[in-house]
Structure formats: structure tokens, C-alpha cells
């Protein structure tokens, strides 16, 4: 498994990819997709360092994460993990279809993963857990698992890769896993936050309870692998080798490859973020090996659901994919993160709808953010030349606004904590609708033509509204980054300062009199359907008709 590596002070941030093995990007800023994310070439290990912040302090513990790439504005110190699979059947399989020369390439990813596993492989051989026995069952190439007859569809199909399983018999190595029944049984029920959302817990718990049976752990038909230590005929389980990728990844280049050093440098995990469709191997297998090998179990693992396409998971096997490049060439990455982290929860599956999308998108970026800044700068350039006359803290004064907006704060870092990520989304825009109820109330552009008191309680009403967007800016940032930027620099920041925020900055009082705005521009364009497209055309030819406008702008109430 290549694997990444990275040292950076975030947000948890997503575009939830695939499910299990990633290829590794090491952004130095928060917008991310899965597909920029260069794979690295076979049997070569990517590896980026991302040093944000330098202190003379004692680091932290590490927060160690692995696979897709969610990050924190925490002040932690985050690795994290992600990589490809070199090792396997189906890895040579593709490699011969696309008439690939086997000895050119090196039959592991790195020499230090090697060592790691051959070091794990010696510790669970030591412990009594391995043994040589033959097995027979139906196999599935594309999963690299035997399945249960009970579990396959018509034909013997994978339900998954809704391809035929083929019988195979082999002489193995094999895993003594039903030995940590009862220790495994115990992990779960002391531990129920082990394995999330709950409803993965119960699909494991299930798994569990019904009998744990020993799993082979060679190959003796796969030459694709690092040869078991003790039988060069036999390959280790692509599984076997992959999972170990996660202690691997943590050791520097140069410094000794073993197993005890790896775990020494940041193990164990505090979360696994798998694909559903391997729960199995990260929250059953995975656990029973570290058992046997004397090494601390991850502190959580988060099965996410898939988006489905026709009722059925999308995969480049199954040739029903979602380009994600030309979703982003289309919408703009903001647009997509944050619609499938709004629109999906977390953990559970979602099928895509573009008209659902382009709605959600509009609605939200468009009105309920874009509109709400523009119509306030607009305001704030007319009547205050567009420099904030009382600092924010002043202005909210006795304002039920700032005391709503602080404990709604609150509550979305709970939920990006907890991975519910789509509930910290609906939090966040509700901090919006309550910007524009409030402005809608106060009616500024009203009190400004009074003059006087009423005048200056304006100013402070534009003040109390900047403010909010500016929280609003910081906390959304996980979700759209480059949305979040825009906002923050024409509240009159850098984007030095903008790269610099921690969660702690979205305290109401960052705002200042004297602080000048930039000039407001539309920080997200509406998305026009071929509906709009026409209305607008219907609309110019008729006389006195009002344009419709393509892109949301400035607009006074």
C-alpha cells in the first residue's frame, strides 16, 4: 500500500471518495477532491510534508487518520494515511491485460513496508495463531475474498462486483481469528463507538456473533506480494499486507524499518475511514491480528456508505460512474463538496440528482450565503464607505443575534467532531437564515434615510451581519474552502490570514471599527438550467420585461 503522509492544522473537510484505497495528496490548503489526489507510480511511495505551523513546544499527540482526507482547525498535529494496493490477482490480472512485463516491476511498494510486514507476520507465527491447512471455497478476484454461498446472488455472483465467484482450491497459511471470538465480542460491546455510524456497529456485531471463522492469509497462485517469511512459494494475502500499510505510512524516510518503530510513531490510529463494503477487514480481521500481534487496536473505524447511481454502487467494474472532474469542470469543486456532504449523510448511501443538485446549491451558496454578503457590503459601501464604523463586539450589545450564532457554533463543531457532516452543514446555514431574518427585520437601508440614532444603529446592524459571515466563513471553510476565502478577503483579510484560522477564531469579535471591506463582488455564481436559459430569452423580447440575472449579484432590499 503507498502511502502519504502529512502535518497540518484543519478542519474535518471532505469530498467522500471511494471505498477503502486512495491515492495521496498533501494539500497546504483546504480545498481538496479525491481526484486531485496523484497516484503515485507502481510499487513507489508517495510521501508530502506539509509543515504549517513551527513551534519550540513538545508536539502534541498525533491525530492519526487514515484514508480520504478530512482535516481539523484544532491545533492538532494530523497524519494522515491513504494510499494504492500494488499487491493482489487483480493487480496482475490488469497488468497482463495491458500487456505489462511482469519483472518490471518490484514485487513490493517499499522496502520498509516489507520489513513492517515480515516483523507483524513473525510476531502473530510466534504467537501460535498461524497455521498450514488447505482451503476450498468460491472466490471473488475483484473483492480478493472468499465468499459465503449464502451471501452470493444468482450464478454465484459477488453482490458487489455482480461477477461469478470461481471455486478454488489451495494449500494456505491461515489466520486463527475464531481464537478472538470472545476478545473481539468484548471490544465492541465495551466500546461502541469502535466501529460508526451505530448502524455498522450492529452489521458487525452481527458478523461476530454468528462465528468467527480462520482466514487464509497466503496465496500460493498470486506471484504479486511479499513471500511469506517462512515458504518463498507462497505470497501474504494482498489484506494481510495492505492493512499494515497504516503503521508503514508512519515511519520516515531513513530511520530503521521495523514494526515497533512504525507503531512507536503514531500508532494506534484515532480513526479508519473505510468504504462500507470493507468493514469487515478493517473492524473484524484487523483488530484479531493487532490482538495477536500485541499491538493497540485504532481508536475508531467509520464506515461510509456509497453514492449509488440506479439503485446500485458505482464502480469502474461495474462501468456506472460519476465523473467527479466533470462535476467540478461544471459546478466548481464548492458547489460539489458541499452538495454530497449536505445531501448524503455520513455513513449512509445517496444517489445523485443534478436538478437536486443544482436547487440545494443555489439555494444555499447562492441566496442564503452569497446574497446575504453582497446585499450587505452593498449597503455598508453606499452609506459608510464601506468601512465598518463600531467594532462587532460593541454592536451586538444586547443583540439576541450574537448569543444564537456563538451556541450554533457550538454545535457544528460538535457534529464535525461526530463526522455528521451533513447536520453540521444544515447548522451552519441555519446561522445564514437567521443573517438574513435579522437584516430583513432591522431593515438597515430603511433606518439609514432616517438618519440619527436610527442611522447609526444601521451602521452597527451592517456590523453585527459582517460579523456573522465572517463565523460563517471560518466554520464553512471544512466544506467550501475557496467560497470561504472569498467571503473572508472582501471582509478586508489577506489570504495569509485566512490560512492561518483555527476553529477558536470564530469567537464573535473579530471585526473592528475602522476595518475597511473590499469592493463586494459575487462570491458564488447561481448555476443557470436550460429553463433559466430560456426565461431569460422569453423575458428580453418582451417589452418592459425585467433581465433575469445569470449570476447572483448585489442586491438591496
Excluded at 196 to 208: A, F, I
Excluded at 537 to 544: D, E, F, L, N
Aim: proline share 5%; net charge neutral; hydrophobic share 40%.
Amino acid at each position: 500500500m503507498a502511502a502519504g503522509r502529512a502535518f497540518l492544522r484543519a478542519a474535518p473537510s471532505s469530498l467522500a471518495a471511494g471505498a477503502g484505497r486512495f491515492a495521496f495528496a498533501c494539500p497546504t490548503a483546504l480545498p481538496l477532491t479525491a481526484a486531485a489526489a496523484a497516484a503515485t507510480g507502481p510499487h513507489r511511495r508517495g510521501r508530502g510534508r506539509c509543515y504549517c505551523s513551527a513551534s519550540d513546544a513538545p508536539p502534541p499527540p498525533p491525530y492519526v487518520l487514515t484514508t480520504p482526507l478530512y482535516y481539523r482547525l484544532l491545533d492538532k498535529r494530523v497524519v494522515f494515511i491513504t494510499g494504492t494496493d500494488e499487491h493482489g490477482e487483480k493487480i496482475a490480472t490488469s497488468a497482463e491485460a495491458c500487456d505489462i512485463e511482469y519483472d518490471k516491476f518490484i514485487r513490493t511498494t517499499d522496502r520498509k513496508h516489507e520489513a513492517v510486514v515480515n516483523d507483524f507476520y513473525s510476531r502473530v507465527l510466534d504467537s501460535g495463531d498461524i497455521y498450514r491447512a488447505d482451503y476450498e471455497g468460491l472466490y471473488c478476484v475483484s473483492c480478493e475474498e472468499y465468499k459465503d454461498e449464502k451471501e452470493l446472488g444468482e450464478n454465484k455472483c459477488c453482490p458487489v462486483h455482480l461477477k461469478p465467484c470461481v471455486p478454488r482450491k489451495e494449500d494456505n497459511y491461515f489466520f486463527a481469528l475464531s481464537k478472538y471470538q470472545h476478545q473481539l465480542e468484548d471490544l465492541l460491546t465495551k466500546n461502541p463507538n469502535f466501529v460508526r455510524p451505530s448502524h455498522r456497529l450492529n452489521e458487525v456485531q452481527g458478523w461476530v456473533k454468528s462465528g468467527l471463522r480462520d482466514f487464509s492469509i497466503s496465496r500460493a497462485s498470486v506471484e504479486w506480494g511479499i513471500p511469506v517469511p517462512n515458504d518463498t512459494k507462497q505470497t501474504i494475502y494482498v489484506w494481510f499486507d495492505a492493512l499494515l500499510g497504516y503503521i508503514s505510512a508512519l515511519l520516515d524516510d531513513g530511520e530503521k524499518a521495523s514494526l515497533q518503530q512504525a507503531v512507536e510513531r503514531g500508532w494506534p490510529a484515532s480513526l479508519h475511514l473505510i468504504g462500507k463494503d470493507i468493514l469487515r477487514f478493517h473492524a473484524v480481521y484487523w483488530p484479531a491480528m493487532l490482538m495477536s500481534a500485541g499491538i493497540s487496536v485504532p481508536d475508531a473505524v467509520f464506515g461510509h456508505g456509497f453514492l449509488t447511481k440506479d439503485g446500485m454502487k458505482m464502480g469502474k467494474s461495474l462501468g456506472n460512474t460519476l465523473e467527479p472532474k466533470d462535476l467540478v469542470n461544471r459546478f466548481g469543486v464548492d458547489a460539489v463538496r458541499y452538495f454530497f456532504l449536505r445531501e448524503v449523510e455520513f455513513g449512509n448511501d445517496g444517489d445523485y440528482s443534478e436538478e437536486r443538485f443544482i436547487n440545494i446549491v443555489n439555494a444555499h451558496l447562492a441566496n442564503t450565503i452569497g446574497n446575504l454578503l453582497n446585499r450587505t457590503l452593498g449597503l455598508l459601501k453606499k452609506n459608510c464607505k464601506s468601512t465598518l464604523a463600531f467594532d462587532s463586539i460593541a454592536a451586538a450589545d444586547g443583540i439576541s443575534l450574537k448569543d444564537n450564532v456563538e451556541n450554533l457554533v457550538d454545535k457544528a463543531k460538535d457534529q464535525f467532531e461526530n463526522l455528521l457532516l451533513s447536520s453540521a452543514c444544515e447548522t451552519l446555514m441555519e446561522i445564514g437564515n437567521l443573517g438574513n431574518l435579522y437584516i430583513d427585520e432591522q431593515a438597515p437601508w430603511s433606518c439609514f434615510k432616517q438618519g440619527g440614532e436610527s442611522a447609526e444603529k444601521a451602521a452597527k446592524d451592517l456590523v453585527i451581519i459582517l460579523e456573522t459571515m465572517r463565523i460563517i466563513a471560518i466554520a464553512l471553510s471544512p466544506i467550501t474552502p475557496s467560497l470561504s476565502l472569498r467571503i473572508y478577503t472582501q471582509l478586508g483579510f489577506t489570504e495569509d490570514q485566512f490560512r492561518t484560522l483555527r476553529w477558536e477564531d470564530t469567537k464573535w469579535g473579530g471585526l473592528k471599527a475602522g476595518q475597511v471591506m473590499m469592493e463586494p463582488k459575487p462570491v458564488f455564481a447561481r448555476i443557470e438550467t436550460e429553463t433559466d436559459e430560456k426565461d431569460q430569452s422569453s423575458s428580453k423580447a418582451t417589452k418592459g420585461g425585467k433581465k433575469k440575472a445569470r449570476s447572483q449579484g448585489l442586491v438591496e432590499a
